[in-house]
C-alpha cells in the first residue's frame, strides 16, 4: 500500500521522514540514532548532502541535541540529557506545582506497591524467574510486565519531583 492511498496517514516505516525538509530529516534521523555516527552516513540516510549534514549536525551540537565525537571523521551521538531536560521542562509549563505533587504522590503510592508485592527496594532486585516459580497465578510475563511498569514509574516520578521542584523555584524567585 502507498502512502498516496492515505494521503494523511503516517509516512511508511522505511522512510517516516520523506516530504519534510533536511533539517528535519536529519533531526528525526538523530532522535533514532543510538550510536555515534558519522555525518556522512547520517547524509546518506535522509538523502543529502554529507555538507550539508555536518552544517546541520555542528548547529544541533551548538544546542545540545547531538554529542560530538572527536576522531576521523567526526561522530554525533542523540544527547539523551537534552531531551530528558526539554521533558522537564515541558512538565513544569504545563502542570502546575499541586498537579505535580498529586502526579508525584500516585508514582509514589504505585511504587510502594511494587516493593511490598516482591519485598523489594527496586525492579533489578526481584528475580523475575524465581518469582514466577513460586507464584500459583503470576507468569513469568506478568512479574517482567509489573517489573517493567515499577522501573517506569520511578522514572517518571523523577522527572514529576525535578519538574516540580523546578516550577517551585520559578515560582519563589
Known amino acids: ?17 520523506r516530504g519534510e525538509d533536511v533539517e528535519q530529516r536529519i533531526y528525526g534521523t538523530i532522535l533514532q540514532t543510538r550510536e555515534p555516527t558519522a555525518a ?3 547524509a546518506k540516510q535522509v538523502d543529502c548532502d ?22 576521523h571523521p567526526t561522530t554525533y551521538e542523540r544527547n539523551n540529557a537534552y531531551f530528558e531536560w526539554r521533558r522537564i521542562n515541558r ?20 511504587i510502594e506497591e511494587y516493593e511490598d508485592t516482591y519485598d523489594a527496594a527496586m525492579p533489578a532486585a526481584v528475580d523475575a524467574v524465581a518469582t514466577a516459580e513460586a507464584s500459583d ?8 510486565s509489573d517489573l517493567g511498569d515499577w522501573a517506569t514509574a520511578r522514572e517518571e516520578r523523577t522527572r514529576y519531583e525535578r519538574a516540580r521542584q523546578q516550577r517551585a523555584g520559578a515560582k519563589s524567585e
Open 1 to 17: 500500500m502507498s502512502n498516496t492511498e492515505f494521503p494523511d496517514g503516517p509516512p511508511p516505516f522505511e522512510d517516516p521522514f
Open 40 to 42: 556522512s552516513a547520517i
Open 50 to 71: 554529507p555538507k550539508t549534514a555536518r552544517k546541520y549536525l555542528s548547529w544541533f551540537a551548538d544546542l545540545g541535541i547531538v554529542t560530538p565525537h572527536d576522531g
Open 91 to 110: 512538565l513544569a509549563a504545563e502542570y502546575s506545582i499541586e498537579e505535580l505533587q498529586q502526579r508525584v504522590q500516585e508514582l509514589t503510592t504505585r
Open 137 to 144: 497465578n503470576r507468569t513469568i510475563d506478568d512479574i517482567y
